[in-house]
């Protein structure tokens, strides 16, 4: 048997695959595009000042790719294997168990290889025009292939222990998270409280190592210093982690040959049978939309998920607690600062679990042929998109409640200090949007979820479908943004250059729900049958039909 037989397969699929190269083209394409756009951002500033921004910011959206990368591909690498039952026929060959970690890591991480390695050129752009060095480029490029591979790495690892999908998904999150800002910041904390030196444990944050691979090595030796330990000590935690997955894998088919089915203990047998307290609880809803009681019945909101959410709101409130405590001092702001991280990672972690509980029924319903036998029962499209949508927001929606409060505890936090009025109403205007915004990509996340669910081949396909579609656009309506404020750009730019990205996200979010409803609304049994159907065609017969339907009320050709 050849070395990394696996592997060497799936390069050859690779290589005889034209998707790939029409994929690294249309990702450096835009990648050229999005630093064009960057480039021509309104901004006066010196164009050494502009093009090391741009460049910073380019960098700082491929090294967030790199980031989510385990979660979006590698996650449910093994899991699936688990699902469909396979995974035992792979240790009947010769394999080991690290043919077929690096296997499946080849196999479900080439496409983000791909467009990281194709966006790398488009990173050096800003050097021709000044104020980036070649040094500065090939150390970022350095720790965004490293944190490419230890994300990657992360996911298989959670792959491999959790039994499905969600929990390795959330699980792979909750390690990035710890990894790269709980070690980086716990560290900076640790450093200012108890006045010793932190910086050991911080190299094994990702988000460190990018800090310091801006530090040129004349100016900056220490930091220097620490960029080229950060680096290597994470490329090793990287090569230990799917060490440590082969060897689990390893454990896990020893435990597949020897063991023996036994019998069902009651405790499982009571939490797998829909006799119960949720049985009970929401009888109710069983007359009125049958499927919205299977989902609440048989998918409950995981526990890990909720305590991590109230856990994050807990910070929140902590955290704007100890500014109030240290008022008028440098720690304030950083205390404040943390709580708008938290805030921030309470949005994103509720959407995922939206956009999870969206895909994941759906999906699985679809694969195991109960969503036909519904169709075929009598269950229309309608009661079976309502009760899919009335379940989603029977689970989450004291969470979209609660964080729709906190969204405006910043604000009353800033206005127990002197704060200008016209920044604290330009606050207040962000935070009004950022809880429209919230429900409305809820709500879209729910529609577009269900669409991807029926049409995508695995959940972690669907979920990563339905994510990139709603939130991508927004993200990268960012990035000029980003670059308006960070060269310090009036007051009007900016205000301007807001709503600009307000408009773009609100149109993204409305052709996703456009195309969303006209698949739900036209081809609901096509879907749920898993056959093909033509989009474009729906697409065209419905902007037809609304046309004409606002053109001619009431029957207006017939009066012809």
């Given at each position: 048997?050849n ?14 695959n ?7 083209f ?13 480039w ?34 590698t ?6 294997e688990k ?9 009947l ?5 690290y ?5 499946k ?12 390695i ?17 040094g ?8 965004i ?25 959330m ?28 910086d ?7 988000l460190a190592?990018?800090?310091?691979s ?9 930091l ?8 290597r000590?994470q490329a090793?935690l ?5 060490g440590?997955?082969s060897?689990?894998?390893r454990?896990?088919?020893?435990r ?11 405790g499982?047998?009571?939490r797998?049978?829909l006799v ?12 009125r ?17 909720e ?25 304030a ?8 991280v ?10 995922v ?34 009760g ?5 927001f ?14 405006f ?36 996340l ?40 960070l ?5 009007g ?66 009066s012809?």
């Amino acid at each position: 048997m050849n070395f990394l037989p696996v592997v060497q397969r799936e390069l050859l699929v690779a290589a005889r695959n034209g998707a790939g190269v029409w994929f690294r083209f249309v990702a450096a394409l835009g990648g050229v595009g999005f630093f064009a756009l960057l480039w021509m951002t309104p901004v006066k500033a010196q164009p050494q000042l502009v093009s090391d921004i741009v460049f910073r910011v380019l960098a700082g959206a491929l090294f967030g790719f790199g980031l989510l990368s385990g979660s979006l591909y590698t996650a449910d690498a093994m899991t699936s294997e688990k699902r469909e039952g396979t995974l035992g026929l792979l240790f009947l060959t010769e394999l080991r168990g690290y043919d077929i970690v690096l296997g499946k890591l080849v196999s479900t991480s080439l496409r983000a290889a791909y467009g990281v390695i194709a966006l790398v050129p488009v990173l050096s752009l800003p050097v021709l025009v000044g104020g980036v060095s070649g040094g500065q480029v090939v150390r970022a490029v350095m720790v965004i292939l490293v944190t490419l591979l230890i994300s990657l790495s992360i996911g298989m690892m959670a792959s491999v222990v959790a039994r499905e999908f969600r929990g390795a998904l959330m699980a792979s999150l909750l390690a990035v998270g710890l990894l790269s800002v709980g070690l980086d910041g716990g560290g900076w904390l640790w450093a200012r409280v108890v006045r010793t030196n932190a910086d050991p444990v911080r190299t094994l944050s990702p988000l460190a190592a990018f800090r310091w691979s801006q530090a040129e090595p004349r100016k900056a030796p220490g930091l220097h210093a620490l960029y080229q330990q950060a680096w290597r000590r994470q490329a090793v935690l990287a090569l230990v982690l799917l060490g440590a997955s082969s060897w689990m894998i390893r454990r896990y088919r020893d435990r597949v040959i020897e063991s023996r089915p036994g019998p069902v203990g009651e405790g499982k047998v009571r939490r797998g049978s829909l006799v119960g307290y949720r049985h009970v609880h929401w009888g109710d809803i069983l007359e009125r939309r049958p499927y919205a009681w299977f989902q609440l019945v048989m998918r409950p909101v995981e526990r890990g998920g909720e305590i991590l959410f109230y856990a994050l709101g807990a910070g929140l409130v902590v955290a704007l607690g100890i500014s109030l405590a240290v008022a008028g001092t440098p720690t304030a702001w950083w205390a404040i600062g943390a709580g708008l991280v938290l805030l921030w990672s309470m949005h994103l972690l509720l959407k995922v679990h939206v956009a999870l509980a969206a895909t994941r029924g759906i999906a699985e319903d679809r694969a195991s042929g109960a969503l036909e036998l519904l169709v075929v029962a009598g269950q229309g499209r309608d009661q079976i998109i309502q009760g899919h949508n009335h379940a989603l927001f029977r689970q989450h929606r004291v969470a979209m409640i609660l964080l729709s409060c906190l969204q405006f505890l910043p604000l009353f936090r800033l206005s127990m200090d002197d704060v200008d009025i016209r920044h604290a109403s330009g606050i207040f205007i962000g935070l009004v949007y950022g809880v429209a915004m919230l429900w409305v990509d809820l709500e879209t996340l729910a529609q577009v979820g269900l669409r991807q669910g029926l049409k995508e081949p695995s959940p972690q396909a669907a979920f990563r479908a339905t994510f990139l579609r709603v939130l991508l656009p927004g993200w990268i309506g960012m990035l000029p943004l980003a670059v308006i404020f960070l060269t310090g750009a009036g007051a009007g730019v900016g205000f301007l250059a807001f709503h600009l990205w307000l408009a773009w996200s609100v149109y993204t979010v409305y052709r996703a729900r456009k195309r969303a409803r006209i698949d739900l609304e036209h081809g609901f049994q096509a879907l749920a049958a898993g056959l093909d159907f033509d989009t474009d065609d729906w697409e065209m017969r419905d902007d037809f039909r609304r046309a004409a339907g606002a053109q001619y009320p009431a029957g207006g050709l017939r009066s012809w």
